[in-house]
C-alpha cells in the first residue's frame, strides 16, 4: 500500500469514529429528550480532545444522571463529581475510560501528523519513457513512498516490445515477427512470473502483454502520462542545495508545453533510439533503398529483390532471415564474422538458462580466460561448424557479444543467405566486397549496424559520452553532480536479460533518493567507470556496442549488494539446502532477488524452486507416447 493508500485509509477511520459517535449520540437523544450538557475537562486555550480535525469534546453526552439542584452548571467548585460524571458518561456512550480515550485520540493524532509529514516530504520523480525499464522503475519508487510520473511521447506503453507499423525517428520498434532472444524465466521481474502456458520464448506480442499485467497488477498504469513528449531536462534554480531538476514537456495532440519541477529524474528512453550508420565510399551514389534496422518492420516490400544486410548482431541476422523468406537473395556482409548461440539448449532446455549459473560463474573466476572460451567454441560447434560456414571470427567467443539465432545455419545451408566480407565500396546499383574486384547487383541495402549512444533531453556537459563511453556510475549515475537525482535506466548491453537488471537499477535509485542508500565520492565513481573501461577493452573487440557490456550475474549481484537484496548463499547453505543447490547449480532467477532485503516477496523460494514445472508447462500440449 503506497503512502496516499495509507493516509485515505487513516482519513476513513476518523471520519467513521466520528460518524460511529455521532449515530450513538443522536440514538441516546432520542432515549433522553433532556441530556445534560457537561463541560470538557479543559483549560482555556486548549483544544479539546478529536479525532483528526473534528473536535470530539464531551459537551453533551447522553445518559448523563441530571443532577438540578446540586450541579445546575458544572465548575471547578466541584471537581469529583465533574470527574464521576464524564467518566461513567465516557464508559455509557464509548466504552473505557477517559483517559483511556484521550490516549487513542493523541495516538490517532500523532499517527496522522506522521503521515501528513511524510506525504509533505514526499518527493517526486520522473521517469521518461514506459518502457518496461521505465514500468519496473516506476514500481521500485512506489514501493519506497515517493511519487511518480511517466512521460511517453506515444500512444501505448512498452517502449520498444510495442510493434508498430509505422517508422518515426529516436522511436524505435521490434520487427513484427520479432521473438526475444532470453527465455521468459530469466527475462521476469522478480515478483511476476510470467504466466506458466506462456512459450518459454516469448513473441514480441506476448512480451508486451506481459509488460502490461505487471503494469497493471502493481499500480503503475494510472501514473503514465501517454502521448506527452519530454523537450528538455536542466537543474532547477535551486539545483545545488535540492537536487531538483525541471522537466519541460509537450502534449502531442494540441503542442502546449508546460514546465515542472520534480526531486529526481530517471531517463528510461534506452540507447536505440540514434542509428549508426557507416560513410562507405560510394553509398551516397547508390540508387537502391537505404535503411537502418531501426526502420524495418516486415519483409514486406522485398519480394524478389536482392539485398545487403551489413552487421552480424542480433538485428543484423534477424533481418536476413526475415527477408529471406520473400527477396530472390539475401548477402550478410561482416568484418568479423561471429559465434552464433541457439535459443534451444541441453535437451532441449532454453540455452541461456542452463549457461547462466552461479556454479559456471564461480568457474569462470578461477579458470583461465582462454579455457572457458575453449569449453564454449566446443559447444557451439557441436551444432555446427563455424570455420566451415564461413562464420568463425578471429576473436575467441567470449570476446563479443553473443548473436543468437536458431534459424540462420539453416538459411546458409539453403543458400537463400550468403555470408560475404567487408564492403569495399558502392556503386550506383551495386556493392564491391573486399574479397572480390567485380560489383554484385543489388536493389536495397539493410545496415544493422548499432546505435550512437546520446542524450538529447539534457545537455552535453551533465551526461558525458566520449566514443559511445557512457561517463556513468555503474552505468547509471553522472559522477560530477552532488546529488543522486538524475540517473539513466538500461544503458547497458547485458549478457543475459535487461528487464531484472532495470528493474534493481530502479530499486537501487529509489533506495538513493529516500535516503536509505548513499553515493560513493566523485573520486571513487570516476576510478570506477575507468576501470570498466579498461577491462571492456582488454576482453571485447573494438566496436561501439561493447562499450556497455555487463555480465548478468556479476552486474547483477553488484546492484544487489547496493540495494541490499542479494541472497546470502552460506547462511543458506545450512538453513535451506535445497534452495542452496537451486540458487547455486540452478539458473540464476532474477527472482533470488526478492528473498530478502527491502521489499521481498513470499513467492520468491516457490518461483525458484518451481522453475522446471513452469518451463514444461509450456511444452506439455499434449501427452507423448509411452
Known amino acids: 500500500m503506497n503512502e496516499r493508500s495509507r493516509i485515505a485509509t487513516s482519513v476513513r477511520m476518523s471520519e467513521y469514529a466520528n460518524k460511529k459517535y455521532r449515530s450513538r449520540s443522536s440514538s441516546a437523544s432520542k432515549e433522553n429528550k433532556k441530556p445534560t450538557s457537561v463541560l470538557s475537562r479543559h483549560t482555556p486555550g486548549e483544544r479539546p480532545l478529536a479525532y483528526t480535525n473534528a473536535a470530539l469534546s464531551v459537551e453533551t453526552i447522553p445518559g448523563t444522571p441530571v443532577q438540578p439542584k446540586r450541579c445546575s452548571q458544572l465548575d471547578n467548585s466541584c471537581p469529583d463529581l465533574l470527574s464521576a460524571t464524564v467518566e461513567d458518561a465516557v464508559r455509557k456512550v464509548l466504552g473505557g475510560s477517559l483517559h483511556d480515550l484521550h490516549q487513542d485520540v493523541n495516538r490517532i493524532q500523532r499517527t496522522l501528523s506522521e503521515i501528513a509529514l511524510k506525504m509533505a516530504e514526499s518527493k517526486r520523480i ?14 521500485g519508487c512506489l514501493e519506497e513512498g515517493l511519487d511518480v510520473v511517466i512521460y511517453d511521447k506515444t500512444d501505448n506503453i ?3 516490445w510495442c510493434y508498430r507499423d509505422y517508422d518515426q525517428e529516436g522511436l524505435p520498434s521490434v520487427m513484427k515477427s520479432t521473438v526475444i532472444n532470453t527465455s521468459k524465466e530469466m527475462s521476469a521481474f522478480s515478483d511476476f512470473p510470467p504466466p506458466a502456458h506462456f512459450p518459454n520464448f516469448m513473441h514480441n506480442t506476448l512480451m508486451f502483454q506481459y509488460f502490461k499485467m505487471y503494469a497493471e497488477k502493481f499500480g503503475v498504469l494510472r501514473h503514465v502520462q501517454l502521448m506527452t513528449e519530454v523537450l528538455e531536462v536542466s537543474q532547477s534554480d535551486d539545483y545545488e542545495k535540492t537536487g531538483r531538476w525541471k522537466v519541460t514537456t509537450r502534449r502531442m495532440k494540441d503542442s502546449v508545453t508546460n514546465t515542472k519541477e520534480f526531486d529526481g529524474v530517471l531517463i528510461a528512453t534506452g540507447h536505440h533510439t540514434s542509428p549508426l550508420v557507416p560513410d562507405f565510399p560510394g553509398l551516397k551514389s547508390f540508387k537502391g533503398s537505404v535503411i537502418h534496422t531501426h526502420s524495418l518492420k516486415k519483409a514486406a516490400g522485398y519480394e524478389d529483390k536482392v539485398v545487403l544486410v ?11 532471415v526475415e527477408i529471406s523468406t520473400v527477396a530472390k537473395q539475401v548477402y550478410l556482409s561482416t568484418r568479423r564474422g561471429a559465434w552464433l548461440f541457439q535459443r534451444v539448449g541441453p535437451d532441449g532446455r532454453p540455452f541461456d538458462a542452463a549457461y547462466t549459473r552461479r556454479c559456471l560463474d564461480a568457474v569462470n573466476k578461477v579458470v583461465p580466460f582462454r579455457l572457458s572460451c575453449w569449453f564454449m567454441e566446443h559447444e557451439l560447434n557441436k551444432r555446427f561448424d563455424h570455420a566451415a560456414y564461413g562464420l568463425k571470427p578471429k576473436h575467441r567467443v567470449l570476446s563479443q557479444h553473443p548473436t543468437i539465432n536458431d534459424a540462420l545455419p539453416n538459411k546458409l545451408l539453403s543458400g537463400t543467405v550468403i555470408l560475404r566480407e567487408d564492403i569495399k ?3 550506383e546499383n551495386g556493392v564491391v566486397f573486399k574479397d572480390d574486384e567485380q560489383a554484385i547487383e543489388i536493389d536495397a541495402v539493410v545496415f544493422a549496424t548499432g546505435y550512437k549512444i546520446e542524450f538529447p533531453l539534457v545537455s552535453g556537459d551533465i551526461i558525458r559520452v566520449e566514443d559511445n563511453n557512457v561517463q556513468l556510475y555503474k552505468y547509471m549515475f553522472p559522477p560530477h553532480l552532488p546529488h543522486p537525482s538524475l540517473a539513466v535506466m538500461a544503458c547497458v548491453q547485458v549478457i543475459g536479460a535487461v528487464f531484472p537488471v532495470a528493474e534493481l537499477q ?3 535509485y529509489a533506495s538513493l533518493m529516500i535516503g536509505k542508500k548513499k553515493l560513493p ?7 570506477d567507470i575507468k576501470l570498466k573501461e579498461r577491462q571492456l577493452k582488454e576482453r571485447y573487440v573494438s566496436s561501439p556496442r561493447h562499450t556497455v557490456q555487463v555480465d548478468y550475474i556479476p552486474y547483477s549481484d553488484e546492484l544487489a549488494e547496493l540495494v541490499g537484496c542479494k541472497p546470502d548463499l552460506r547462511k543458506i547453505f545450512f538453513t535451506d539446502p535445497k534452495l542452496f543447490w537451486a540458487l547455486f547449480n540452478g539458473p540464476s532467477l532474477p527472482y533470488q532477488y526478492r528473498l530478502c532485503g527491502p521489499h521481498p516477496w513470499s513467492g520468491a523460494r516457490a518461483a525458484i524452486l518451481g522453475y522446471n514445472s ?3 508447462a509450456a511444452l506439455n500440449t499434449r501427452k507423448s507416447s509411452k
Open 521 to 527: 565520492t566523485k573520486e571513487i565513481m570516476q576510478h
Open 158 to 160: 512498452g517502449g520498444l
Open 425 to 427: 565500396c558502392f556503386t
Open 310 to 320: 551489413v552487421g552480424i548482431g542480433n538485428s543484423a541476422v534477424d533481418a536476413a
Open 614 to 616: 513452469r518451463v514444461l
Open 506 to 508: 530502479g530499486r537501487w
Open 126 to 139: 520522473a521517469i521518461i519513457g514506459a518502457g518496461p525499464c521505465g514500468l519496473t522503475a516506476a514500481k
